[in-house]
C-alpha cells in the first residue's frame, strides 16, 4: 500500500491521500521487436473498487486533483523502489495539474533522478483545460520529460487535440487496434494515422495489443512502441 504521511505536502492534501488506499503495477510498453522496454505505465489499482470507479466517485466529489496528485506520487515510489531504469508513463488528467507548491515538493522529493526518464500521458476523461495542460507541459518539457496523449480516437483525444497539445507520443485506443489484422478499413485507418503522426514527429503507440497477429500486422503498419497482454500483462 502506497503511503503519503511522509510527503512534504499542504495539510489537507495530505489528510485527502490518507484516504485513498491504491497500490501500483506496470505494464510495460515495447520496442517494435517485442522485446526492449522502452517504459513502464504505471497503473493506479485501488483497494475495494476499480480504478474507474474511484475516479468516477472523486469527479462526483470535485476531487479529482486528489488523483492528480497521487498519481504523480503514488507511482513514482514505487516505480523507485522496484529499481527500473526505463521510463515511466503516468496517468495524469488533461483537466488537472500540480500546484506550485506540490511541484516543487515532487522535485524536492525526486530530485534529477526524474529528468529524462517520465512520460506524462494525458488521460481522454474528463475535460480538457488549456491553461492546465500548458503549465504540465511547460514543466515536463523543462525536465527533458515527454508529453503523451492516451486512447486517441476515443473520448476527447482527436486530431485537432493532438495539434493543439503537440505531444511527442500517441497512444492509439485499442478499438482502432482489435482485430486489425483481418479488418482493412482499420489496416487503412492506422497506416494513414502513422503517417499523419510520423510527419508531426510524433512516435506512435499501439495499446491493447492482444493477439501475435494485431502485432505483426502493427509492425508492418509502422507502429513505433507496442502495449498489451500478448507481450506482457500488469504486474
Known amino acids: 500500500m502506497i503511503k503519503f504521511d511522509h510527503l512534504p505536502l499542504d ?3 495530505l489528510e485527502a491521500l490518507e484516504e485513498l488506499h491504491v497500490n501500483y ?3 510495460p510498453i515495447f520496442e517494435a521487436d517485442g522485446e526492449t522496454v522502452f517504459a513502464y505505465e504505471a497503473l493506479m489499482r485501488p483497494e475495494e473498487k476499480s480504478v474507474l470507479e474511484l475516479i468516477e466517485e472523486y469527479t462526483d466529489l470535485d476531487k479529482l486533483h486528489v488523483l492528480e496528485v497521487a498519481s504523480f506520487f503514488g507511482s513514482m515510489q514505487e ?5 527500473y531504469e526505463e521510463r515511466v508513463s503516468i496517468n495524469s488528467f488533461p483537466s488537472d495539474c500540480l500546484e506550485a507548491d506540490e511541484a516543487e515538493a515532487f522535485c524536492a522529493c525526486f530530485g534529477d533522478d526524474i529528468r529524462g526518464r517520465m512520460i506524462v500521458e494525458s488521460l481522454e476523461y474528463p475535460y480538457f483545460s488549456s491553461e492546465h495542460w500548458m503549465k504540465k507541459s511547460r514543466s515536463v518539457k523543462a525536465t527533458d520529460n515527454l508529453l ?3 486512447d486517441f480516437g476515443s473520448g476527447i483525444n ?3 487535440r493532438v495539434d493543439l497539445m503537440s505531444p511527442h507520443m500517441v497512444k492509439l485506443d485499442r478499438d482502432l487496434i482489435s ?3 483481418h479488418i482493412s478499413e482499420k489496416q487503412e485507418n492506422v497506416k494513414n494515422l502513422v503517417s499523419e503522426f510520423h510527419d508531426r ?6 495499446e491493447g495489443v492482444e493477439e501475435k497477429e494485431e502485432f505483426d500486422c502493427l509492425v508492418d503498419l509502422g507502429i513505433d512502441l507496442y502495449q498489451g497482454y500478448y507481450l506482457a500483462r500488469p504486474a
Open 79 to 83: 516505480y523507485f523502489s522496484r529499481g
Open 11 to 13: 495539510k489537507d492534501i
Open 25 to 27: 503495477v506496470f505494464q
Open 158 to 160: 482527436d486530431l485537432d
Open 201 to 206: 514527429g510524433i512516435r506512435v503507440v499501439a
Open 179 to 181: 482485430g486489425i489484422d
Open 148 to 150: 503523451s496523449v492516451d
